[in-house]
């Protein structure tokens, strides 16, 4: 088995990690459990770190899209703890088993799931199925304008109103903006006839001819049923295009009907299910 080294970075430490993931992405859906703006939206933490598994002999054959200098040790998988669950994201012919072993010292008593990283003796949740849908560059009409600073407290309102129990506050998005993914996000507001902010989406890009990600989405629940939030998805989606993503993708849990119906009406398709690997219960 190839040893493996792990690095746990700073939000500030992130650009390597960053740059392995885009590269590890395809063009019609991320791979593994996570997509370069799944870090960029956890870095609106301050405190927020993530894991990067390099070949540890410092003998792999670098990639010179992640890394130019020609001595640096391969990136293998990135990978970050959100909440419960382990996320992480391998290079295509990485040696998950190694990762993996790795990973152990992370899966203290109740980090309890895995996200993209099979661990052994673990199975795939039998319940949580998630859904990735997939949305193919088209010509689309939307409400839908960019976030600008002067709308970025019209945007946090949204979020809060969306997601009952938030704490993302102003200052939230303006350390995930400053951040080394903060270049990756796209986000568009949408107003209703009177200004009131009514929707809002933010998308991630992954660089040109691959596939970015919508994260998050929201409506303001005074608005709903009006077509606010798919145009959000829509002006989000058309600006990543624009930028030169060759999809973009969501994830979202199979028994939210309201998220299906959303991204189904905007013209996601599912491309697959996915499920997490999650800790067998003592008997």
């Keep these: 088995m190839p040893p493996v080294v792990r690095r746990t970075l700073s939000r500030f430490d992130t650009p390597r990690a960053l740059r392995a993931l885009s590269v590890w992405t395809p063009a019609d859906a991320p791979a593994g459990g ?8 956890l870095l609106r933490h301050a405190d927020a770190t993530v894991h990067l598994w390099v070949d540890a002999r410092g003998t792999g054959r670098p990639d010179p899209r992640i890394d130019p200098r020609h001595d640096a040790a391969a990136p293998v998988a990135v990978g970050f703890l959100d909440g419960r669950v382990l996320r992480v994201t391998a290079a295509p012919d990485a040696d998950l088993e190694a990762v993996a072993a790795d990973a152990e010292e992370l899966l203290v008593p109740g980090i309890d799931r895995s996200d993209g990283l099979p661990v052994p003796g ?3 949740h039998p319940e949580e199925t998630r859904l990735v849908l997939s949305w193919t560059p088209q010509p689309v009409t939307t409400r839908a304008e960019p976030v600008g600073e002067s709308d970025a407290a019209d945007r946090v309102l949204i979020h809060r109103s969306a997601f009952p129990g938030s704490k993302f506050a102003l200052k939230h998005w303006e350390t995930m903006r400053a951040t080394p993914a903060g270049h ?3 986000e568009t507001l949408v107003r209703t006839p009177d200004g009131d902010p009514a929707a809002a989406a933010t998308g991630w890009f992954a660089g040109a001819g691959r596939c970015a990600l ?3 989405v929201g409506t303001h629940p005074d608005h709903r049923g009006h077509g606010y939030g798919r145009d959000a998805v829509l002006g989000t989606c058309a600006a990543l295009a624009d930028r030169g993503a060759s999809a973009v993708a969501v994830v979202t849990p199979a028994r939210d009907e309201a998220a299906v119906a959303l991204y189904t009406s905007a013209g996601f398709t599912v491309v697959r299910e996915t499920r997490n690997w999650t800790r067998p219960r003592r008997a």
Excluded: F
Aim: glycine share 12%; hydrophobic share 35%; proline share 18%.
């Design 34 to 41: 996570l997509h370069p703006g799944d870090v960029g939206w």
């Design 122 to 124: 673990w199975h795939p």
């Design 184 to 186: 990756l996000s796209t």
């Design 214 to 216: 919508l994260e998050p």
